[in-house]
């Protein structure tokens, strides 16, 4: 069993998307069937795109390019799929990175009055933690439409018209100053997603190992590769 059986249920081949389900499993409420090349596989036979984007502060920049943005992406919409969504997450943020680093210059650091402060400084930080600090996300969802052209049969067809969409929205969104994010593992990337949106409390506590699939192909004998350089 890997690590989206547990959190999805058991698995069956992508060719037949309407599977019965086992009594008192995740998949018997959850939607989502499996997770391929980035590609999330819903139950009702969609296929969908889970893209984030890096935030800008757009009341900082000028008048001019305020407007040069809101073009660019006006432009971008007439072009985009026709049931594009846009979502805002917001939840408490996770400083817990940040206190690790900080305590290893901290280890590192030979002037105590350097040490004082750095040791003020993570105080500082997990306090406003705690007290209501938020961390906002934002992701462009979209799903494979049949207007969108194919080039080939079958499911790798599919997410690669998938691919060709995510790579226009890089295209125009890098004009208005917004990147996409790039995981390294696309798969990981979507579990991971769906895991904090689906369980906020423990996706907190329990962190997703970012080479999952490594390690599952090293005990499982599992193929772990994915495409398009994710």
């Not at 305020?66 to 660019?72: A, C, D, K, N």
């Not at 007439?78 to 817990?96: F, G, H, M, S």
């Not at 990147?179 to 369980?199: A, H, K, M, R, W």
Request: hydrophobic share 40%.
């Amino acid at each position: 069993m890997n690590l989206k059986e547990l959190i999805f249920g058991a698995q069956q081949p992508k060719t037949d998307v309407r599977t019965d389900h086992h009594p008192g499993s995740v998949t018997s409420w959850l939607p989502i069937k499996d997770i391929q090349e980035g590609v999330l596989i819903t139950e009702n036979g969609d296929y969908v795109k889970l893209l984030e984007i890096l935030p800008i502060n757009f009341l900082y920049l000028s008048d001019a390019e305020q407007s040069r943005i809101v073009g660019y992406f006006a432009n971008y919409l007439k072009i985009a799929p026709d049931e594009l969504q846009i979502l805002c997450i917001t939840r408490e943020t996770d400083v817990t990175a940040y206190e690790s680093r900080m305590w290893e210059f901290y280890d590192t650091e030979r002037e105590e009055a350097c040490r004082a402060m750095i040791e003020d400084n993570i105080r500082e930080v997990h306090f406003r933690a705690s007290n209501g600090a938020l961390s906002t996300r934002f992701f462009l969802v979209f799903r494979y439409e049949p207007s969108m052209p194919l080039h080939g049969d079958g499911f790798a067809a599919v997410a690669d018209a998938l691919y060709d969409v995510e790579t226009t929205a890089r295209q125009y969104l890098s004009r208005c100053g917004l990147t996409i994010v790039q995981p390294d593992y696309s798969d990981n990337f979507v579990v991971e997603t769906v895991f904090g949106l689906l369980c906020k409390k423990t996706s907190k506590l329990e962190k997703i190992p970012l080479y999952f699939r490594t390690m599952l192909s090293a005990v499982h004998g599992e193929k772990g590769g994915e495409t398009h350089g994710a």
